[in-house]
Nanobody
Framework: QVQLVESGGGLVQPGGSLRLSCAASGSIDTINAMAWYRQAPGKQRELVAIINSVGSTHYTNSVKGRFTISGDNAKNTVYLQMNSLKPEDTAVYYC????????????WGQGTQVTVSS
């Protein structure tokens, strides 16, 4: 089994910054990709950013230029640096990891609340 532990959420004013972290532990052989999703009240969960095993990244349009996803392979950890936060970024943010190839398996974190409000 694989466990994901998230940290870094909280309350921040518009224009502020937060950094989310997600550490994976347990039976990990190969991490294929790590990502952050978010779900706002009344909305579907959406992909925010994803990074694969070779460091390629993809962002949803609404966060491009403001958010940066990065990974530390030695620590099996993924980060999301969020700058210039807006009220519409308010959501529960979930860490996601795709691991292995026999077949690949998906794992989710418990979620961390990010609230952007003055």
């Amino acid at each position: 089994q694989v466990q994901l532990v998230e940290s870094g959420g909280g309350l921040v004013q518009p224009g502020g910054s937060l950094r989310l972290s997600c550490a994976a532990s347990g039976s990990i052989d190969t991490i294929n990709a790590m990502a952050w999703y978010r779900q706002a009240p009344g909305k579907q969960r959406e992909l925010v950013a994803i990074i694969n095993s070779v460091g390629s990244t993809h962002y949803t349009n609404s966060v491009k230029g403001r958010f940066t996803i990065s990974g530390d392979n030695a620590k099996n950890t993924v980060y999301l640096q969020m700058n210039s936060l807006k009220p519409e970024d308010t959501a529960v943010y979930y860490c996601y990891v795709n691991i292995g190839n026999r077949p690949p398996s998906d794992y989710w974190g418990q979620g961390t609340q990010v609230t952007v409000s003055s």
